[in-house]
């Protein structure tokens, strides 16, 4: 199956804001291939935080799954260690993909996808959260409560891994890092038209923090190891320790 490319964007529709529809989930691999940078290398460098810290048969929740790449290249990456995986995406159209990617990719027993909202969230005690890309989608407001009932559902020494795009304090700098972004995706095949286009779309969709806000949510939820183990200008990777 491979991903259809994604030219959304290319059209000249009347403006909407972005959302995780099934236009969206038809083009959506190619879309974060091409939108977020280094995203294969955050996923091996999440498997390997994973692979230190988790003890034989510990869950790994995926939050915001999407279409389940990430989640099959965990279970994959990951395969020796009898861990359970469990996909969580509020979109059906995504969570419908996943579970056909999984069948076709994977015959892997030990995964599991949920058609939920993750800000409620019922679970049992968890080896690790990941959230890659998915908590800048959830209101600023809504954030703090959510990653603290995370941290509260983690088993002590569980982990949670946070990916984000993130804005810059300083003004000059953060046009800067938006700039080499825009180049970014120039030289990965979106038009200036696409660029100026998705980025309106996702105007109040994606609200992202700053690095220190970001560090400052983890650190108020009650985690006393807080580490970036990633940046790549205005994207992000951080690892949150719980208390053994
Ligand atoms: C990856 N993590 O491949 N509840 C559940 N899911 C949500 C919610 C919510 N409240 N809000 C948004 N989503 C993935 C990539 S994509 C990133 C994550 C992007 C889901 C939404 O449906 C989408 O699938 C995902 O969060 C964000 O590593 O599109 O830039």
Redesign the pocket.
């Known amino acids: 199956m491979s991903p259809r490319t994604d030219r959304l964007y290319r059209v000249n529709s009347a403006p909407e804001d972005f959302a ?1 529809n099934e236009r969206v989930v038809e083009v ?1 691999d190619d ?2 291939d091409r ?2 940078p280094f ?1 294969q290398e955050v ?1 091996k460098a999440t498997a390997q935080l994973l692979a230190q810290h988790l003890t034989h048969g510990d869950t790994i929740c ?6 389940g ?2 989640l099959l290249e965990f279970a994959r990456l990951l395969r020796d260690g009898r861990y359970r995986f469990i996909g ?4 059906q159209a ?1 969570i419908d993909k996943a579970r056909l990617k999984a069948e076709l990719y994977s015959q892997d027993k030990s995964i599991s996808y949920r058609h ?4 409620r969230l019922d679970l049992p005690e968890t080896g690790a959260f ?1 959230l ?3 908590l800048q ?2 209101r600023p407001l809504q954030r703090p409560p959510l990653v603290k009932h995370l941290y509260e559902n983690l088993k002590p020494g569980g982990l949670l891994v946070l990916s984000e795009k993130t804005i810059c304090e300083d003004k000059r700098l953060n046009r800067r890092f938006i700039d080499m972004y825009h180049r970014f995706k120039l030289e990965r095949g979106y038009s200036e038209l696409e660029i100026a286009r998705k980025r309106e779309a996702l105007e109040n969709v ?1 609200v992202p923090f700053s690095v220190e806000e970001n560090r400052a949510l983890l650190a108020n939820a009650g985690f006393e190891t807080v580490s970036s183990f990633f940046q790549w200008f205005n994207f992000s990777s951080f690892v949150a320790i719980k208390p053994a």
Do not use: E, K, P, V
């Open positions: 995780f959506f879309m974060l939108s977020i995203y996923i995926d939050l915001g799954c999407s279409t790449t990430a969580i995406d509020n979109s995504m939920q909202d993750i800000s990941i890659n890309y998915t989608f959830i994606l």
